[in-house]
């Protein structure tokens, strides 16, 4: 079985697919930016290492934060919070998250939480 794709749009800086295979859709999107990365050994789930070059847990948090902020989904708090535990460079994101959470105040008194 292959996916089929559905939809396609591909931008400058950005691209947009819906891919569907037998009742399956799936939703892909990616904006290209220019990002520092580090090369990281994951684990497969046969047990294999791979190497992928990928954000630090510092540029994860400040994708998820500026995320947050665009579109207020509650996952991306999760994501926030499971990253801090990965943080070995905490002023790179300070003044951020405290801007987050200033934001989140402020919606709070308002009502409007997420």
């Keep these: ?4 794709i559905e939809k396609k749009k591909i931008g400058e800086k950005s691209l947009y697919s819906t891919l569907k295979m037998d009742r399956t859709s799936v939703r892909f999107e990616a904006i290209f930016k220019k990002h520092e990365g580090v090369l990281k050994e994951y684990q497969k789930a046969d047990g294999n290492l791979i190497t992928v070059y990928t954000l630090t847990a510092e540029g994860f948090i400040l994708e998820k934060v500026e995320a947050y902020l665009k579109r207020l989904k509650i996952r991306d708090l999760y994501d926030i919070f499971f990253l801090m535990r990965y943080v070995t460079k905490s002023h790179l994101v300070k ?3 405290r801007d987050l959470l200033n ?3 402020a ?3 308002r009502g ?3």
């Design 107 to 109: 919606r709070r008194k």
């Design 103 to 105: 934001n989140y105040r």
């Design 1 to 4: 079985m292959l996916f089929v």
């Design 95 to 97: 003044d951020r998250l």
């Design 112 to 114: 409007r939480w997420f």
